[in-house]
């Protein structure tokens, strides 16, 4: 049996949205006798050098990446507003040049956000620092599977398209099975779509929380992160199937397509950079006092 990686993993770093710490999921990846993990937070990496430190720690290969979120395909973006999700987009750094744009791409999020709207990139964004980086399609949450969900497949294709000529053989089409009628509307036109253009499959599951016990709780933090109430059955939710699973579950998941999974191993090796430790880096300053330059301690004093 192949062994599985979790690539879609949303830490307590994901605000508001994950529930479980870095430490935890380095020690369920141990647990499970998994060989690497990702951590793949929301437009952030602040979890990366924690996350990094524990998994070398743990003998455990960390992956460093993050969820992106872009302008919708297709929508103009000098003057425009963001009136509907935005595109999801996974992204991993697989050497040097690829951490390096990712910390540039979840900057520019925050300081440059697209459509003036934090945290926010746009494809042309995506494609002038995509180098050294792996990309996800983001499965019903990414701008492909929202366009098959709208019936714009043609659309949907020419995304694709765009997205192979940035990343080239660096870019996979994401799976994901938690039980949602979305998803079983589009696989079939996923996996089509994937085999025309020559776009390995890979399978994920977007792990927000520890186990099935969590379900409940994670579900209040939902509402708090969207300011709704639990009892209101028009609002965003997961189910238990956005838990931790064990490579059993996720390989009996995807039988029917064993290389969804051999590839999620693939990926983790091709990733060969995590997040470097260092002491911090702070800036100096010059202070004189009547004439007499006073080191730092003493201007501080």
Not at 61 to 72: E, N, R
């Amino acid at each position: 049996m192949s062994r599985f990686v979790h690539l879609r993993m949303h830490s307590a770093y994901s605000l508001l949205k994950g529930a479980i710490g870095v430490g935890k999921v380095v020690a369920l990846a141990k647990l499970n006798k998994m060989p690497a993990v990702a951590l793949t937070d929301h437009d952030n990496l602040f979890g990366s050098l924690e996350f990094s430190e524990y998994a070398v720690k743990e003998g455990i290969q960390p992956i460093v990446g993050m969820t992106a979120s872009l302008v919708p395909w297709g929508i103009d973006t000098h003057g425009a507003s963001l009136r509907q999700a935005p595109d999801e987009i996974l992204l991993y750094a697989k050497n040097e040049q690829g951490l390096a744009n990712l910390m540039k791409l979840g900057s520019d999020a925050y300081v440059n956000p697209a459509l003036g709207t934090a945290p926010l990139l746009t494809y042309d964004m995506l494609a002038k620092h995509s180098d050294g980086l792996i990309a996800l399609t983001g499965s019903i949450y990414g701008g492909i599977g929202k366009l098959l969900l709208s019936g714009r497949r043609n659309d949907a294709e020419a995304l694709l398209a765009h997205l192979h000529q940035i990343f080239g053989d660096r870019l996979y089409m994401e799976l994901t099975r938690h039980q949602l009628p979305e998803e079983r509307q589009i696989e079939r036109a996923q996996i089509d779509m994937a085999l025309a253009g020559n776009v390995p499959l890979v399978a994920t599951n977007n792990v927000y929380f520890a186990d099935a016990g969590m379900n409940e709780a994670h579900d209040a933090l939902m509402c708090v992160e969207a300011g709704r109430y639990v009892m209101e059955a028009d609002r965003p939710r997961l189910n238990a199937e956005h838990r931790f699973k064990t490579p059993q579950e996720m390989c009996l998941l995807f039988r029917d397509i064993p290389e969804a999974i051999e590839n999620t191993e693939i990926i983790a090796k091709r990733c060969a950079i995590w997040a470097p430790s260092r002491s911090p880096i702070l800036p100096g300053f010059h202070v004189e006092k009547d004439g007499v330059v006073l080191s730092e301690s003493e201007a501080l004093r």
